[in-house]
């Protein structure tokens, strides 16, 4: 799985989209390491929302610039309210990844953040679901609202994952659930190097 290029100030790791092609993981993904002291949240500037929704297929490029023209202030207080629907799209799906069920109160955000995003949901000429350009940063998640909202009805749950060693969340699609890691390249090998480390250091 290749990086997404992404800012990472001082931080030192890098940012891959792992979640099993489910849009509404990858974005509770932003934030690594949740709850460590190594936590670091990748969506800490527009530019890197921006394009981290390139990255995920929400927006495209021509949408990207319109949305960065606007003015600064403006997208700042967007910024707050997309940490706040991923937020709440973490407390309904992180439990599920961790064989747990999402609290009552986490489903009744999701139903709000719901009412809000069908408003700009249409069916085209050619009888399909579209979504309105986004106007608003905010507005870039209608489409991965709708998403964490198929995760939750229309996706077997045993298949959530998390990865055990910086718990970011993936849907599973191996045919006999054998999936562990978030990326074999990071914590899968980080994980081998260190057991044949305490292998050899036995012998």
């Known amino acids: 799985m290749d990086p997404v290029e992404l800012?990472?100030?001082?931080?030192?790791?890098?940012?891959?989209?792992?979640?099993g092609d489910e849009v509404s993981l990858d974005l509770v993904n932003t934030i690594?390491?949740?709850d460590t002291?190594?936590?670091?949240?990748?969506?800490?500037?527009?530019?890197?929302?921006?394009?981290?929704a390139v990255a995920s297929g929400v927006i495209n490029t021509g949408q990207e610039k319109d949305l960065a023209n606007q003015p600064g202030t403006k997208l700042e207080k967007e910024l707050v309210r997309v940490h706040e629907?991923?937020?709440?799209?973490?407390?309904?799906?992180r439990p599920l990844a961790h064989d747990e069920q999402p609290a009552s109160s986490a489903l009744n955000t999701?139903?709000?953040?719901?009412?809000?995003?069908?408003?700009?949901?249409?069916?085209?000429?050619?009888?399909q679901w579209k979504?309105?350009?986004?106007?608003?940063?905010?507005?870039?998640?209608?489409?991965?609202?709708?998403?964490?909202?198929?995760v939750l009805t229309d996706l077997d749950h045993t298949r959530i994952g998390h990865?055990?060693?910086?718990?970011?969340?993936?849907?599973?699609?191996?045919?006999?659930?054998?999936?562990?890691?978030?990326?074999?390249?990071?914590?899968?090998?980080?994980?081998?190097?260190?057991?044949?480390y305490h292998?050899?250091?036995k012998s």
């Not at 979504?131 to 198929?150: F, R, Y």
């Not at 990865?163 to 990326?183: A, E, G, L």
């Open 7 to 19: 800012k990472s100030g001082d931080y030192t790791g890098t940012y891959k989209l792992i979640g």
């Open 32 to 34: 690594a390491w949740p």
């Open 37 to 52: 002291e190594k936590e670091h949240d990748w969506l800490d500037s527009t530019d890197n929302f921006l394009s981290w």
């Open 85 to 93: 629907i991923r937020s709440g799209l973490a407390d309904v799906l």
């Open 110 to 127: 999701l139903n709000d953040f719901m009412r809000e995003a069908v408003q700009y949901r249409y069916l085209s000429p050619d009888y």
């Open 131 to 150: 979504w309105d350009i986004p106007e608003t940063l905010p507005q870039v998640l209608n489409s991965v609202i709708w998403n964490a909202v198929h």
């Open 163 to 196: 990865c055990p060693s910086c718990d970011w969340i993936f849907y599973d699609t191996t045919r006999n659930r054998s999936r562990k890691w978030c990326d074999m390249e990071d914590c899968g090998s980080r994980d081998k190097a260190l057991r044949y």
């Open 199 to 201: 292998r050899t250091k």
